[in-house]
């Protein structure tokens, strides 16, 4: 997982697609208005998920950690970006 500025998240996606080789990483974004209808098992297809502070600080304050998936998942990496 990397949680970075909104400003970033298109930067990290479009770096992982240049140094990565195509079809091996599959990154996907949980951002914005529409990423509360994805399914854990709709992320767990992923293989890195880029998403931004706001996004967890609100999943955080409206879901109990308890129910939510995001906060379930044994991330191997998570990247802070605070450019």
């Known amino acids: 997982m990397i949680i970075c ?9 479009s770096e992982i697609s240049k140094h990565s080789q195509a079809g091996v990483l599959h ?12 399914s854990k098992a709709n992320i767990l ?14 999943e955080f304050k409206q879901t109990n950690t308890s129910t939510s998936f995001i906060f379930k998942i044994n991330w191997h990496r998570i990247i802070l970006d605070e450019a």
């Open 5 to 13: 500025p909104p400003c970033l998240i298109t930067n990290w996606q």
């Open 45 to 58: 297809k992923y293989h890195i998920i880029i998403t931004s502070y706001n996004t967890i600080t609100q």
């Open 27 to 38: 990154a996907k974004i949980y951002h914005g208005p529409t990423c509360h209808s994805l």
